[in-house]
C-alpha cells in the first residue's frame, strides 16, 4: 500500500515538525505481572495489521513511500519508572517531545506502572500511552487502535500491507507519472471550479483570522502538559462536549492572556473519509469571551461551529483539497522541503488548538484492570504554543493542555489550568 501524498507530506515535515500522536489511558493498577500485560499486548498487537507497519521509501525518493509489514518487537514496548500523578504528568511532557521513525515502527507503547495519586481512582494507576504518528492515523482512526488494543475481546485478525520490490517500485513510479501530470492539470481545473463554488452565496465562508497573541509564537523543542479530568455530564450543560470545551476555554484564556475579545482556537473537523488516513480539516472559531452569559456564548460558538463544518464538508472543499492527489513525489517533496517554518504570519486560524475525540464506550481493559479516563496531547507549531486536547470516555472527559517550558513556565501554566478548572466549573 503506498502513502497518500498528505500522509507523505507530514513524515517529510516531521523533522521539523513534529506531528506524532500520544493517546494516554488511565487504568486501576493491574491485578498481573507487568511482564505478562507486555506479552498480552504485544499479542494484541500482532493481530492488528495497521500495527504491523512501518514505511519503506523508494529508491532514489521517486516515488510515494510504501507501507509494508514488520513483525512486533520489544522495540515498540517501553516502561518507564512509576512514582506520583505530578511524576507522571512530568514525564507525559517528556514523552510529547519525541518523534518515531516510521521507517523502524509507526508507533510505540509507553507504560508507566505504579503511578499514585492518579484522577478517576484511589489506589495506584498504571498509565499506557500510545505513541503513533500523524503519517499513519487521525485522532478518530488512532482511537479506534487504541481500543483493538485495550478492549476486552481480542480484535478479529487483519493483515498488514506489503510493499512491492525496489525494482517493482521503479517500474511504478514510471509507469504513473505520465498520468500524474495529466492528473496535477485536471486536479487544478476542477480546484478553481470548485474554489467558485465555495465563494458562492449558499456556502458560509471562512473564519477571518485571528491577530497574534503572546502564546502564538515558536515553541522550541520541551513541552510540558496538565490534565484536567472532568465528569461528561458537567459538561454537557453547556452543549455538546466540544462546545463545552471551547465556552470554557475563551473567558479563562482571555483573562490570563489579558487581552480583547478577539480570540479564536483552531478546531480540527471530520470530513469524509477519502483515500489518505487522515480525515480532517481545521476550522477557525471564535472563542467569545465577549459574551458573559455562559449560554449565550455557548449558542454561539455552537452556530459558528455548524457553519464552518458545512463549509469544509461541502463537496466542493474536497474536490479543492485533493490538488495534491497526482503531483509526482520529488516535487512535492522538493517544495515540503522547503518550505520555511519561520515565517509568522499576520494572523492565525485560531490562538489556540483545542481537538475533540469521542474515544467511545469505558469498556476498555488492561492487565485485568479496568479504564479511569483517556487523554491527548495535541502537538504544538512554529506559531502554536498553547493546544488543548479534549477526549471523552465513558462518563469521564479530560481536558488538557500542551505548552512549552519556554513560553510559559510551570508557575504560569499553573495559573491558567486554574483558570481554566474554574472556568469549567461554570458551565
Not at 53 to 61: E, F
Not at 211 to 217: D, E, G, I, K, Q
Not at 302 to 321: F, G, K, Q, Y
Not at 401 to 416: E, F, I, N, Q
Request: proline letters at 8%; a neutral charge.
Amino acid at each position: 500500500m503506498q502513502m497518500h501524498p498528505t500522509d507523505a507530506r507530514r513524515d517529510w515535515l516531521g523533522d521539523r515538525l513534529p506531528s506524532d500522536q500520544f493517546l494516554v489511558y488511565c487504568f486501576d493498577a493491574p491485578s498481573v505481572q507487568l511482564e505478562r500485560v507486555l506479552a498480552e499486548l504485544a499479542a494484541r498487537a500482532a493481530l492488528i495489521g495497521d500495527l504491523r507497519t512501518r514505511a519503506v521509501d523508494v529508491p532514489g525518493l521517486l516515488d510515494y513511500p510504501y507501507w509494508t509489514d514488520r513483525d512486533i518487537g520489544d522495540d515498540q514496548f517501553t516502561t518507564h519508572p512509576g512514582g506520583d500523578w505530578e511524576a507522571a504528568t512530568t514525564l507525559l511532557g517528556r514523552l510529547v517531545e519525541g518523534s518515531l521513525d516510521i521507517r523502524v515502527s509507526s508507533w510505540r507503547l509507553h507504560l508507566i506502572p505504579d503511578v499514585t495519586g492518579a484522577p478517576g481512582g484511589d489506589g495506584p494507576a498504571l498509565i499506557a500511552v500510545l505513541q503513533i504518528s500523524h503519517a499513519v492515523a487521525d485522532g478518530v482512526r488512532a482511537s479506534a487502535l487504541a481500543r483493538a488494543l485495550f478492549e476486552k475481546d481480542s480484535p478479529p485478525r487483519t493483515e498488514p500491507p506489503r510493499a512491492p520490490a525496489p525494482a517493482a517500485m521503479l517500474v511504478r513510479a514510471a509507469v504513473k507519472l505520465p498520468g500524474q501530470i495529466v492528473g496535477v492539470v485536471a486536479d487544478g481545473v476542477r480546484a478553481n471550479r470548485a474554489e467558485r463554488e465555495l465563494a458562492g452565496p449558499s456556502v458560509p465562508p471562512p473564519a477571518p483570522g485571528c491577530p497574534l497573541v503572546a502564546v502564538n509564537t515558536a515553541p522550541g523543542p520541551r513541552r510540558t502538559v496538565r490534565t484536567l479530568v472532568c465528569d461528561a455530564a458537567d459538561l454537557r450543560r453547556a452543549g455538546t462536549v466540544t462546545v463545552a470545551a471551547l465556552t470554557a476555554i475563551g473567558p479563562a484564556l482571555a483573562r490570563f492572556l489579558e487581552v480583547g475579545d478577539a480570540l479564536g482556537a483552531e478546531v480540527p473537523v471530520a470530513v469524509p473519509a477519502a483515500t489518505g488516513r487522515n480525515a480532517y480539516r481545521s476550522v477557525g472559531v471564535a472563542l467569545r469571551p465577549d459574551l458573559r452569559d455562559t449560554a449565550e456564548r455557548a449558542a454561539a460558538i455552537a452556530a459558528e461551529l455548524d457553519l464552518r463544518r458545512r463549509r469544509v464538508t461541502h463537496p466542493a472543499m474536497a474536490v479543492r483539497s485533493r490538488t495534491e492527489d497526482h503531483v509526482p513525489a520529488p516535487l512535492l517533496r522538493f517544495g515540503t522541503d522547503r518550505t520555511d517554518l519561520s515565517v509568522v504570519p499576520p494572523t492565525v486560524t485560531g490562538n489556540t488548538v483545542v481537538s475533540s475525540v469521542n474515544r467511545g464506550s469505558a469498556d476498555l481493559v488492561l492487565g485485568g484492570a479496568a479504564v479511569r479516563f483517556t487523554a491527548g496531547y495535541p502537538s504544538l507549531s512554529p506559531v502554536m504554543a498553547l493546544t488543548h486536547g479534549v477526549h471523552g470516555l465513558g462518563d469521564t472527559v479530560a481536558v488538557s493542555v500542551t505548552t512549552s517550558p519556554d513560553v510559559l513556565d510551570d508557575a504560569a501554566l499553573d495559573r491558567y489550568v486554574e483558570l481554566l478548572r474554574a472556568s469549567l466549573g461554570g458551565l
